[in-house]
T-cell receptor
């Protein structure tokens, strides 16, 4: 069965410190992985996807198939990064359902 | 960018009544839309996949007679919570998948409170 695990419910770092939000997945096929972000009082929005191999707002995420991980990283956290982050897996068959992890709340302290 | 609009943003209803939530893709066509439910401080739980012109596919444990889904056009899907009870109170979010790009966009959510 497919599953997305985000082990940390809350991550608190100081401004300027590196941040890593962990995500592990289980899926028998070839998944498509995403990170979504939800800022306070705003809707969920796509942050980045693994197939794009892009850096958005300084965040990057590398798909590690051996470790089945897709951790989100940023070298220097900013206060405006404080938000709820969800790792998500989209099946590439059977309806293309997207399954979300439990989410990690990132709090960047001044 | 693509916009998905949910209506209403919030609704309060009495136990036993039904509530309809609309999800519209405003500037793209969405053959597939998804309905999620989010409990306080929890993640989004996929309830069902809505396909234009056909029956919705429900996730295990989701009552299809309780949560009626209609996807009558390429830009509109509706979720009707029938005979609502207080335990149905939750935040319901829809997502529409752009038929052209396959990218999914989220609505702003609907907070349902059943009293």
């Amino acid at each position: 069965a497919q599953r997305v695990t985000q082990p940390e419910k809350l991550l608190s770092v100081f401004k300027g410190a590196p941040v890593e939000l962990k995500c592990n997945y289980s899926y028998s096929g070839s998944p498509e992985l995403f990170w979504y972000v939800q800022y306070s009082r705003q809707r969920l929005q796509l942050l980045l996807r693994h197939i794009s191999r892009e850096s958005i707002k300084g965040f990057t995420a590398d798909l590690n198939k051996g470790e089945t991980s897709f951790h989100l990283k940023k070298p220097f956290a900013q206060e405006e990064d404080s938000a709820m982050y969800y790792c998500a897996l989209k099946r590439n068959t059977g309806g293309f359902k997207t399954i979300f992890g439990a989410g990690t709340r990132l709090f960047v302290k001044a | 960018g693509a916009v998905v609009s949910q209506h209403p943003s919030w609704v309060i209803c009495k136990s036993g009544t039904s509530v309809k939530i609309e999800c519209r893709s405003l500037d793209f066509q969405a053959t597939t839309m998804f309905w999620y439910r989010q409990f306080p401080k929890q993640s989004l739980m996929l309830m069902a996949t809505s396909n234009e012109g056909s029956k919705a596919t429900y996730e295990q444990g989701v009552e299809k007679d309780k949560f009626l889904i209609n996807h009558a056009s390429l830009t509109l899907s509706t979720l009707t919570v029938t005979s609502a009870h207080p335990e149905d109170s939750s935040f319901y979010i829809c997502s529409a998948r752009d038929s052209r790009t396959s990218e999914a966009f989220f609505g702003q959510g609907t907070r349902l409170t059943v009293v």
